[in-house]
């Protein structure tokens, strides 16, 4: 047999394949459950309902005062320091509202204000810095006689006596007199010396303000002042 009737032998028995469109296969349609579409619709109903109220609550806004520049501690709180923003107020938060700006301008800053924050009642005092039993001396002092480390009112400096030129062979050596600092002066533009106020005991500080007459002082800075 040739192997042209062989071919024709072989596909005799398969049937001629369909043409034209094929029609998809019948799916039945689902049960509907109306108490899942009723919770559906809930949930999508109190989901609004939910956000709503946060968009609410969020659009409830306090003005408060904000601090615009450092305030040292012990340093009057001015006008110019402080600014004002309009926050979403935490009830755990104590800042002072900006209504109530004018009862914190003038008190003293209590622990260093850094800009950018949020200002509360507790860090500002009407305390003044200088106690009672206490008298206020004015140091004039070179850049050489203090630490280049900032000072600032209220930090605990001790005041130590040096021996002058003509002293360079002494040995007498005056115990130190503590204070601490109240106010600070601008430097002078050239010679960058400046005044220093610092508060002494009433016992001490007329020896304190000999010592600084004379120029022979050096200002040390008491640690974790």
């Known amino acids: 047999m040739s192997k042209t009737k062989e071919r024709s032998t072989q596909g005799a028995g398969v049937p001629a394949q369909p043409r034209g469109p094929v029609a998809p296969p019948r799916v039945s349609a689902r049960r509907r459950r109306p108490g899942l579409i009723a919770l559906a619709v809930l949930l999508i109903t109190g989901g609004g309902a939910g956000g709503a109220v946060l968009l609410m ?17 012990g340093q009057v709180v001015t006008d110019r320091d402080l600014g004002k923003a309009s926050v979403a107020l935490d009830p755990v938060l104590k800042a002072v509202k900006a ?78 007199i503590p204070a601490h600092v109240v106010k600070v002066g601008d430097p002078t533009p050239g010679t960058g010396a400046s005044v220093v106020d610092v508060a002494a005991a009433k016992a001490e500080a007329p020896l304190l303000a000999s010592w600084a007459s004379t120029g022979n002082i050096r200002l040390l800075i008491d640690g974790g002042s």
Request: proline share 8%; hydrophobic share 35%; net charge negative.
């Open 57 to 73: 609550e969020s659009g409830q806004r306090t003005e408060v005062v904000t601090v615009v520049r450092h305030v040292p501690v």
């Open 99 to 176: 209504a109530d700006r004018g009862d914190v301008v003038g008190k003293r800053a209590a622990v260093e204000l850094t800009p950018g924050s949020l200002l509360s009642r507790g860090q500002v005092t009407a305390d003044s810095l200088v106690k009672a039993g206490e008298q206020v001396v004015p140091l004039g002092l070179k850049p050489e006689q203090v630490p280049a480390s900032s000072l600032a009112p209220g930090q605990r400096v001790q005041i130590v006596r040096v021996p002058g030129e003509d002293q360079q062979g002494s040995q007498t050596q005056a115990d130190p």
